[in-house]
């Protein structure tokens, strides 16, 4: 069955760039989506379909997909971005969700 | 503006059914290409989809994890969704999270809080 796959955790400084990774096999050919859920909170959607915004989600948020890996990045990270993130792919039918990566603004 | 609430039982004995439901409030649950979902999360750990359902009850989806023993129903008339979940063991304790998904492909863009659910003697 397909599997996505996650790193546990990321680290940056604030102002600089994050870069979350989701792998699968051609995950490129299918639409990823992107979660953040803070720390107690449900999750929230950050990105669909790759790299669309949700109304209120900041545009520091952008999404890219090719080959076998999708990329959620964070341009100019906050500390309010400090969160567990999420991708998650449809599989025929079913939804998958990765491990999540918890991402540290230090 | 589209919100969602979980309730139940915030505890159930071992071998038991699970069973929640989620009001939706704000829109109708059988208007617009929809589906509705259940995922839960283990303290501590990632989230798992259980399966989601059409507005209209007609289609429905389940993890081949979990298909055995979920059932999702629609209640029209009470604009709430339900899941249960039969001979539960400790492994099921968990927040249960309801969210509405796009059938169109936008995404799970709304929801519930979140119901803690512990399977205990």
């Known amino acids: 069955s397909y599997e996505v796959t996650q790193a546990l955790s990321v680290s940056v400084a604030p102002g600089q760039t994050a870069r979350i990774t989701c792998g699968g096999n051609?995950?490129?050919?299918?639409?990823v989506y992107w979660f953040q859920q803070r720390a107690g909170q449900a999750p929230i959607l950050v990105l669909y379909r790759d790299s669309s915004r949700p109304s209120g989600i900041p545009a520091r948020f952008s999404g890219s997909n090719s080959g076998n890996t999708a990329t959620l990045t964070i341009s100019g990270a906050q500390d309010a971005d400090e969160a567990t993130y999420y991708c998650?792919?449809?599989?025929?039918?079913?939804?998958?969700f990765g491990g999540g990566t918890k991402l540290t603004v230090l | 503006q589209v919100q969602l609430q979980e309730s139940g039982p915030g505890l159930v004995k071992p071998s038991q059914t699970l069973s929640l439901t989620c009001s939706v409030s704000g829109g109708s649950l059988t208007r617009g290409i929809y589906y509705w979902s259940w995922i839960r999360q283990p303290a501590g750990k990632g989230l798992e989809w259980i399966g989601h359902?059409?507005?209209?009850?007609?289609?429905?989806n389940y993890n081949p994890s979990l298909k055995s023993r979920v059932n999702i129903s629609v209640d029209a008339s009470k604009n709430t969704f339900s899941l249960r979940l039969t001979s539960v063991t400790a492994a099921d304790t968990a927040v249960y999270f309801c969210a509405r998904d796009w059938a169109g492909g936008n995404g799970m863009d709304v929801w519930g809080q979140g119901a803690a659910v512990m399977v205990s003697s």
């Open positions: 359902i059409s507005g209209s009850g007609g289609d429905s």
């Open positions: 051609n995950i490129g050919d299918t639409n």
């Open positions: 998650q792919v449809w599989d025929r039918t079913k939804w998958l």
